[in-house]
């Protein structure tokens, strides 16, 4: 079944590459909701994450050519969506992946068996957009700090740090949702 689904994928990325808008709206239609869940785990905002989608598919058709099938489709749209997702928050000066200092917070223990996904889901949208980005990019999108290194433009240690520092305030986020108190 699914080797049936990727020639399909591969017929409809040649007439794609050929023109045709047709196919293009068949993948179009396919990954749209997928990617916008990506874009939407990156961006807060509603109508920014659907811009960002918008333009990472017109990037994505602009360029099919240069797909050349080592991975699937949608994991090299996928990346394109984050790019994309990242340069719009920057254009909108919503994320500055800077650091002040190298203070790196302690991490506290809690017990997360009481967390519920929703609860989960609002704690990483409370974050700033820096941590939410780290977060969903290292926990959801599966990058490692390499990856997170060279799509951020930051150095490793940096990489580490933000994560670890978004970790301790979704943690802190957590806390003083289930207990109505800060931790730390």
Known sequence: MKTKFLDIEKE???????????????LYEHYAAAMYGVSRRIIADEVLAE??????????FQKLEQFKGEVVFGAWLKRIVIRKSIDLLRKEKKLQVELENDHIIEETSMDYKAIDVQQLKSGIEALPAQYKLM???YYFEGYCHEELTSLLGISHQNSRTLLSRAKSKLKTILNEMQYGRSIG
């Open 12 to 26: 409809l990325i040649r007439r794609c590459i050929q023109g045709d808008q047709k196919s293009q709206k068949q």
């Open 51 to 60: 811009d960002a989608m918008q333009e990472a598919f017109i990037t994505a």
């Open 135 to 137: 977060i969903n990019l």
